[in-house]
């Protein structure tokens, strides 16, 4: 099951940022080939903000929605240190109803159980307008069935898999979708791992 908010907020409450101050590496080359200048876009799980002030440093006007509060204040004070505004939301992604739609949604590593993804998943889909882009990266589950040390939930039910990807989203909005092995250094996320990463584009 997912942690609760108050381990996150727990885990978030030290001064360092627990996974590095800096972008998703697939986040920050996808963003660059595939968003639109100066686009309106919703990072869910933004956890301490990392993506959501890069994104906004590249001109990008961004919503933040995690239930962590420590992790948005955090995400304020990143965002300050590299003089851009972010908007925040403390909301639950498994109950939240989005109040608009945006061009683009950006999520790294929010892990769910199996009945908890696809409501996810629609709630992706709901907060794209037509022709919106997902960009996102997930561990699968070799992460732990091979051994990769990297991070990530210790259920391996809790993976992601590109089949999964493939039933869930229209083949027809896929701009990519790739089985990698990067070699993380995202704070708690280091070393080699076993991601899925995806871009999808909400057909018009």
Do not use: C
């Not at 608009?100 to 009945?115: E, I, K, Y």
């Not at 696809?118 to 091979?146: H, K, N, V």
């Not at 229209?170 to 280091?190: F, K, Q, R, T, Y």
């Amino acid at each position: 099951m997912p942690k609760p908010a108050a381990f996150w907020n727990d885990r978030f409450a030290r001064d360092e940022y627990v996974y590095g101050e800096a972008p998703n590496q697939f986040v920050a080359s996808a963003a660059e080939t595939w968003l639109p200048d100066a686009a309106e876009v919703l990072t869910l799980g933004a956890g301490e903000g990392r993506n959501a002030v890069h994104l906004a440093r590249q001109g990008h006007a961004v919503t933040a929605v995690d239930y962590a509060a420590e992790g948005l204040r955090k995400t304020h004070r990143l965002a300050k240190k590299a003089g851009v505004a972010v908007e925040t939301m403390q909301a639950d992604v498994r109950s939240w109803a989005p109040p608009q739609t945006w061009d683009a949604v950006g999520t790294t590593f929010l892990h769910l159980p199996p009945d908890e993804r696809l409501p996810l998943y629609r709630l992706i889909q709901d907060s794209l307008r037509p022709g919106g882009l997902l960009i996102a990266e997930w561990f699968r589950p070799e992460q732990r069935t091979e051994g990769y040390t990297s991070g990530g939930p210790p259920d391996v039910d809790m993976m992601v898999t590109d089949e999964e990807l493939r039933d869930h989203f229209a083949e027809s909005g896929i701009e990519h979708l790739e089985i990698a092995e990067p070699v993380l250094d995202e704070g708690m996320h280091e070393g080699p791992g076993a991601t899925v990463r995806f871009v999808w584009r909400r057909p018009a």
